[in-house]
């Protein structure tokens, strides 16, 4: 028997859509397991919190289960991304690319990855055409300027985000 292929999937996923759901369901094609990881990744600010990123991550890959979803985890992680990997006994890192906007980032940090640890590969997958131009960051644009957003995010995720919305409102957060 061949060993077990692992692989990670990380990201922010503030908050996932359809866009990163598409690439988790091509990934199992490749991958035996695969290990989404959510990063903290503070910097960015995100518009969610760690743990209600991976909640709503969790309850999307549970639908994906119907099929696939023995091999699928969800778990954060707070450091370098290779440790994660390699606290994985993953060998392959997945990352979903869009339009030529993502290639200079997406080569740098594949080139510095095969740097720390060259028996890891990164796959690149494309996105179905429906999806590729959803982006977590213009979903929340749209949301917050009270836009639909259900056309890129599924059901459960835009009543999150329609009640994270209020509750910036009510905070007197979201003004501008
Ligand atoms: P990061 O902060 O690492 O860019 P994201 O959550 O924005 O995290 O994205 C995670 C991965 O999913 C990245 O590889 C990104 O390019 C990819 N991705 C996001 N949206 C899409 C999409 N619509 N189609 C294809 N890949 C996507």
Not at 39 to 64: H, I, M, Q, S, Y
Not at 122 to 129: E, H, L, N, R
Request: glycine share 10%; proline share 3%.
């Amino acid at each position: 028997m061949d060993s077990v292929k692992v692989g990670v999937y990380p990201g922010t996923f503030d908050p996932v859509t359809k866009g990163h759901m598409d690439i988790i369901e091509r990934a199992m094609q490749i991958v035996d397991k695969l290990i989404v990881g959510v990063a903290v990744n503070a910097g960015k600010g995100p518009l969610f919190t760690l743990e209600d990123r991976v909640r709503l991550l969790r309850d999307e890959v549970a639908e994906v289960s119907l099929h696939d979803g023995q091999g699928i985890e969800v778990r954060p992680f707070d450091t370098l991304l290779m440790h994660f990997v390699q606290s994985c006994d993953a060998t392959i890192i997945i990352r979903g690319l869009r339009a030529v906007s993502d290639f200079e980032y997406e080569f740098q940090m594949a080139g510095m990855n095969r740097r720390l640890d060259p028996g890891v590969e990164t796959v690149f997958m494309m996105a179905s055409d429906k999806y590729q131009l959803i982006a977590s960051r213009l979903v929340k644009e749209i949301g917050i300027l009270g836009g639909d957003v259900s056309h890129f995010v599924s059901p459960r995720v835009t009543q999150e985000l329609i009640a994270r919305f209020a509750e910036l409102h009510a905070a007197g957060g979201v003004g501008e």
